[in-house]
């Protein structure tokens, strides 16, 4: 079993018990929102065809998000302990199955910083052409720059991401509300004038046709809900995680909902949907049409705050998984040593080589391309955690219960499983590996155990 959480605030050595609300709910929204929601709504207005489906589609993807972060609030609050979804699956499974929930989240954290690394490097020389040769020294840089931000302590880590979550939803909003003062049936008219497009050529046909449609459109929304529930690693450090890591989780979940129904909306005010649809950047249509070429590099802007946030948030939380693993005798010891400033120091370097080899190889497209698998599966086994949980442990103080369970928890626990059926299905490859990088967690597990020193009794 896990040993129950012992008091670590403000002791040197060890994580700080110092974070609050504010800091959680910039975590949720500064982990969740980054390029994909500036790409996405092209893909699903493609997928359905009417405005009022789409809206619904992005509002059905906010809730599955949403039944999921209540049904893990539950497990974070009755298990605040550092290192994200292994917590729950040792606790659940044993050592074995909790290092390999740990070892894919932590490879999945690696290949997103280096995807969003590299990302920020190419939207850079967007703004200065003069960069495009250097784009992987400009992602190299942004990592170096992150990585010591964390040297610093969590304390210069949670300003930070207060900070770049903060700006980050004021240009969403400075946006949203850019569109909806000055797009109208003009700019519609005007967007449609300038691109041919085809309306009856978008809606699905029949019944069967939608649910089709529906389905691949929510497996790219799921994807930009990704990184709701980046309060979790953090668990350990809330000063108080039975109020903060529910209130964090959830109420990081509804401002990112509110933010891209918003968004949305707003992109419909100015684009009529065909145009949307046939668009893979429409923010970047709309702010052309009502602000000129000025509107690409204030796009641009806003995508770099959006992967800022990103990346502060998924250097920060990664370590804590290493952290975890290490103190729970998963790992090398020498991975759960912590500065004064409550930065896991040698977890941090590790993620950050890790990721910067991942930017210098380039070639982490596969791995990216199991990401949206790989966190639906984490998704599934902390629900399947909720469950045997319940049943194993009922006399567990659980400080917040999940509202609507079993039934709240089922529709996410059939909605994960729907998911990766149809991953399984319609991307078999990027499935495949998948699994693979799953069952390869084993033998990791057993090589790390011999090369780690037993317990003393």
């Given amino acids: 079993m896990v040993p129950e959480q012992e008091s670590t605030a403000q002791t040197p050595g060890r994580l700080l018990s110092v974070l609050g609300l ?3 709910i910039a975590g949720a929204v ?25 809206v619904a589609a992005w509002l059905a993807g906010g809730l599955y998000a949403l039944l999921g972060a209540n049904a893990v609030a539950e497990l974070g609050a ?8 292994y917590v729950y699956a040792r606790r659940c499974f044993g050592d074995a199955a909790g290092f390999s929930v740990g070892w894919m989240d932590w490879v999945g954290h690696c290949t997103g910083i280096a995807w969003v690394a590299v990302t920020i490097g190419e939207y850079a020389a967007f703004l200065l052409p003069g960069l495009a040769p250097h784009g992987k020294l400009v992602g190299l840089a942004v990592l170096l720059l992150f990585t010591l931000i964390q040297l610093l302590g969590v304390e210069a880590g949670s300003g930070s991401q207060k900070l770049l979550s903060l700006a980050k939803a004021g240009a969403f909003l400075v946006v949203v ?3 909806f003062l000055l797009g109208g049936p003009a700019t519609r008219a005007a967007a449609a004038a300038a691109i041919a497009t085809d309306p009856a050529g978008l809606a699905p046909v029949g019944w069967t046709g939608l649910a089709v449609a529906l389905v691949f459109s929510l497996q790219a929304i799921v994807t930009t809900y990704d990184g709701w529930h980046s309060p979790i690693y953090f668990s350990e450090e809330f000063s108080e995680p039975q109020e903060d890591l529910p209130r964090s989780l959830i109420g990081g979940v509804l401002a990112v909902i509110a933010l891209y129904t918003l968004f949305n909306l707003a992109l419909l005010r100015v684009l009529p949907l065909p ?3 046939v668009s893979s950047l429409p923010v970047a249509d709309a702010a052309a049409l009502l602000f000129g070429a000025f509107g690409g590099q204030a796009i641009t802007v806003l995508a770099l705050l959006s992967l800022a946030g990103l990346i502060n948030a998924s250097i920060m939380g990664a370590p804590r998984i290493l952290y975890g693993l290490s103190r729970d005798k998963l790992f090398s010891p020498l991975v759960d040593r912590v500065n004064r400033g409550g930065t896991p120091t040698v977890a941090l370097v590790l993620t950050s080589v890790a990721s910067a080899l991942l930017v210098l190889g380039g070639d982490f497209t596969i791995l990216l391309g199991l990401a949206a698998f790989l966190y639906v599966s984490l ?11 319940r049943a194993r442990e009922p ?10 369970h079993p039934w709240s928890t089922a529709i996410v626990l059939v909605g994960s499983v729907a998911f990766l059926v149809g991953a399984l299905r319609n991307d078999t490859a990027n499935s495949g590996w998948a699994l693979l990088l799953i069952g ?6 057993l090589a790390t155990r011999a090369l780690t020193p037993a317990e003393a009794p």
Avoid: D, N
Wanted: charged letters at 5%; aromatic letters at 12%; hydrophobic letters at 50%.
């Fill in 177 to 179: 509300a850019a569109c």
């Fill in 395 to 404: 006399e567990r103080p659980r400080p917040y219960r999940a509202w609507g």
């Fill in 78 to 85: 009755s298990l605040p302990l550092a290192g994200g979804w």
């Fill in 379 to 389: 998704y599934l086994v902390g629900i399947v955690c909720l469950f045997v949980l």
């Fill in 440 to 445: 390869v967690g084993v033998p990791v597990f």
């Fill in 275 to 277: 145009v949307i649809a």
């Fill in 22 to 24: 504010s800091f959680g």
């Fill in 30 to 54: 500064g982990g969740t929102i980054g390029a994909g929601i500036l790409r996405t709504p092209g893909l699903v207005a493609a997928q359905l065809g009417s405005g009022p489906w789409v």
